[in-house]
């Protein structure tokens, strides 16, 4: 079964840091663009860093300087090291990334989730 894997999360205080990974596992052979989401209590599901296949970084303005998406396509995995960790940062964290899979048969491209991780930031 083709899946993403989210690991990493919990609590800290704040200006601690984090960091989660997101592992491609089953049936998906590459993973192409990557992105990490955050949803808090009460407010809509946000875009918070992503990086290409090719290595193009992005981030919300809110986590810019301390936040660092990166990736090993050998291992199809990717982290997210969340440093100087604000209360504003609490959410749960989901991984969403374009995988190519392949069945025995034929490969396919598809978009996965992974099933969210709650990081908690509070003294």
């Known amino acids: 079964q083709a899946q993403l894997i989210e690991s990493g999360g919990g609590w800290v205080q704040p200006g601690g840091s984090l960091r989660l990974s997101c592992a491609a596992s089953?049936?998906?052979?590459?993973?192409?663009?990557v992105a990490w989401y955050r949803q808090a209590p009460g407010k809509q599901r946000e875009l918070v860093a992503s990086?290409?296949?090719?290595?193009?970084?992005d981030y919300v303005g809110s986590v810019r300087g301390r936040f660092t998406i990166s990736r090993d396509s050998a291992s199809k995995s990717v982290s997210l090291q969340m440093n100087s960790l604000k209360p504003e940062d609490t959410a749960v964290y989901y991984c969403?990334?374009?995988?190519?899979?392949?069945?025995?048969?034929?490969?396919?491209?598809?978009?996965?989730w992974g099933q969210g991780i709650q990081v908690t930031v509070s003294s």
């Open positions: 969403n990334a374009e995988g190519t899979s392949y069945d025995g048969r034929q490969f396919s491209t598809s978009t996965y």
């Open positions: 089953g049936s998906i052979v590459r993973v192409n663009d």
């Open positions: 990086i290409t296949s090719g290595g193009r970084l």
